[in-house]
């Protein structure tokens, strides 16, 4: 096999010997407690995200409870609400069950495509060096510049949000972060050996690129794609409890900023634990996995455990 | 040099972002009746916004790097009279807590670091990790159930009594008053930028731990504390640098910290100038966050190049 054209067979062989690396790695991570925990809780936060809205009891903003005809407002937990309702008479269970999987799709969709977009540019920016690398760089250092916060806010008051809108503002303005790392990264792999000698046989700029610098610095890309998704899920639901959420669905985010709206933060404490618990569980799962991680694929971390 | 251009093209992004809002708030005023688009004309006239969209771009340009931000829309006092004082909270409310975390954080960060794998290690990393994790609002949230509406020990509003009118900045900043509201936000914002030093702080220990000169220390006798702190003296650089870059991104860092607590700081000022549509306002409160974005990368450079014997000044 000649191997210099980007036949299937190589991509398929290089892809199962990734995913077994990636099985091992996770097996490694997974001896850690703190990680363990973690693990666990995006786990169920992934069931809560793809299943939730079907377990929710009644409808999370259509369904409003009534008992003796009249509307059960701000009821503490028990009976027909198990974890009470919200003053405008919704059962806080289904918001909760339903709100998450808006949440998973921010953090998800906004984790990935960072790391992607990341991933890519940082890549191409310390494979090719030069001016790619000049006008790249750049480019990072003026979203750098650009306050994200405040800039999603200004862009999102004057478009309707949606759960897909925001998750393409965070993924403009967190890219950078990936791109930055990986760029180091990519510098120092591509002055070795191996990378020179697929050069000097032949093997064409995007060979090279994708099959012998990339897998090197993969572990480095899934760290801070994760860590992504960690900031996505942070942004979002910061934007939902400002007010610059989806306004048709119900997210944790959103649950927050009503109860702090309403002023019912001051008694129901029902309403409040659930969505708060929840943002806190599942962005420090993602943290304490991305930190466990973070000990193997960092080398300088490695020096004697005694 | 490249610190000035990017601004410029910064704020410049800022402008044209702000010039795509396609209502101002005065054509909703004509929409609910209040004014007639006779009137509406003369105002827009009065605020500039009828010149050509490139004079309107100078101007806002020279005014910016002059700090004269205009005339609120909403307020009709100067930007400058809204954004300075509630600039002047922020920083009040957030340096002090920066530092402080800092200086405990790295100090804790340096001794679980020696002492790795330690019992102190392990709970410090997952105890910081959690507080770095949530969302500072969350951890508001909690202190403000817990503190203020559950124990009802702390007031949860604002930066002072609805009754206490303090003039000058003395009195205002140096009350019991002033405190009880101060120390759940200050809480909070500890809690949240902890985990970064500590892990900066340790992982840099960790790095050293094998290292030859430590080695040296250890032959010569000196105890253990007197090696770490030789250790953690080589640990000061990425923790100062890291500094500088926290200090410039606090601003947008805790707006929705600013929100729960009602504190009258420049982040909640940004979002009432949003709601409301306040252009001016929103211009001022968002260059001035880009600005210390900028002024702060710019440091920490310098920073590194004055304390990191092996980079040249001319290397930044």
């Known amino acids: ?306 | 040099m490249i610190a000035a251009l990017l601004t410029l093209i910064a704020v410049s992004i800022i402008f044209a972002t702000l010039r795509l809002l396609p209502a101002d708030p005065f054509s909703a005023l004509v929409a609910s009746g209040s004014l007639t688009p006779a009137e509406v004309e003369q105002i827009r006239a009065m605020y500039g916004l009828d010149d050509p969209i490139y004079v309107q771009y100078f101007r806002y340009i020279q005014n910016l790097f002059t700090f004269e931000f205009g005339i609120s829309l909403t307020q009709q006092r100067p930007v400058g009279e809204i954004i300075i004082p509630a600039l002047v909270n922020t920083l009040v409310l957030l340096l002090p807590a920066l530092v402080v975390t800092a200086i405990i954080s790295s100090l804790a960060g340096m001794y679980a670091g020696w002492n790795r794998g330690s019992w102190f290690e392990q709970s410090s990393i997952v105890v910081t990790t959690v507080f770095r994790a949530t969302p500072i609002f969350v951890t508001g949230i909690f202190l403000l159930i817990i503190f203020s509406y559950g124990l009802g020990w702390l007031p949860a509003f604002g930066m002072r009594s609805s009754l206490a009118n303090p003039q000058g900045y003395v009195e205002t900043y140096v009350s019991v008053d002033f405190l009880k509201h101060y120390i759940l936000p200050f809480t909070a914002t500890v809690l949240f930028y902890s985990g970064d030093f500590l892990m900066l702080a340790r992982n840099s220990v960790v790095e050293r731990k094998g290292s030859e000169f430590l080695m040296l220390h250890r032959a010569k006798g000196l105890s253990e504390m007197e090696q770490l702190g030789r250790a953690g003296r080589n640990s000061l650089l990425p923790l100062v640098t890291y500094f500088a870059l926290r200090t410039g991104m606090l601003f947008q860092g805790v707006i929705t910290l600013e929100v729960v607590f009602a504190w009258p700081g420049i982040g909640r000022a940004l979002v009432q100038a949003i709601l409301n549509q306040d252009y001016p306002t929103v211009q001022a409160a968002v260059f001035i966050m880009a600005l210390a974005v900028i002024v702060m990368n710019l440091t920490a450079d310098l920073a590194y190049a004055k304390l990191d014997p092996t980079v040249e000044a001319g290397d930044v």
């Not at chain 1, 690396?21 to 001896?31: I, K, S």
């Not at chain 1, 918001?95 to 191409?124: E, N, S």
């Open chain 1, 1 to 306: 096999m000649s191997g210099y054209s980007f036949d299937t067979d190589t991509a398929k062989e290089r892809l199962r010997s990734e995913l077994g690396r990636a099985g091992r790695t996770l097996r490694f991570v997974l001896q850690d407690n703190a990680a363990k925990a973690g693990f666990a809780v995006i786990v169920a936060f992934g069931f809560l995200g793809v299943f939730g809205p079907y377990l929710a009891p009644y409808h999370p903003i259509e369904d409003t409870l009534q008992q003796g005809g009249s509307m059960m407002r701000l009821q503490s937990p028990g009976g027909k609400a198990l974890l009470g309702t919200t003053s405008f008479g919704k059962d806080v269970l289904s918001q909760f069950l339903a709100g998450a999987r808006p949440t998973l799709i921010v953090g998800l969709f906004g984790g990935v495509g960072t790391g992607v977009l990341g991933f890519l540019v940082g890549l191409t920016s310390g494979y090719f060096g030069g001016r790619v690398d000049e006008f790249l760089m750049r480019l990072t250092d003026l979203t750098f510049a650009l306050p994200f916060l405040p800039m999603a806010l200004v862009i999102l008051s004057f478009v309707t949000p949606s759960v897909w809108l925001i998750t393409a503002v965070l993924v403009v303005f967190l890219w950078k972060m990936p791109a930055r790392v990986i760029r180091s990264e990519v510098m120092t792999v591509k002055e070795r050996t191996f990378v020179k000698s697929a050069r000097a046989r032949g093997a064409g700029h995007t060979r090279t690129m994708f099959l012998h610098v990339a897998p090197n610095v993969l572990g480095i890309g899934f760290l801070y794609t994760a860590y992504a998704v960690g900031w996505s899920i942070v942004a979002g639901a910061s934007l939902a409890f400002l007010g610059f959420g989806d306004p048709t669905t119900t997210s944790w985010g959103r649950m927050l900023q009503q109860v702090f709206r309403s002023g019912a933060i001051r008694t129901a404490w029902w309403w409040v634990l659930p969505p708060a618990v929840g943002i806190g569980a599942v962005t420090t799962g993602v943290f304490l996995v991305g930190r466990a991680f973070e000990e193997i694929v960092n080398p300088d971390l490695q020096t004697d455990k005694e």
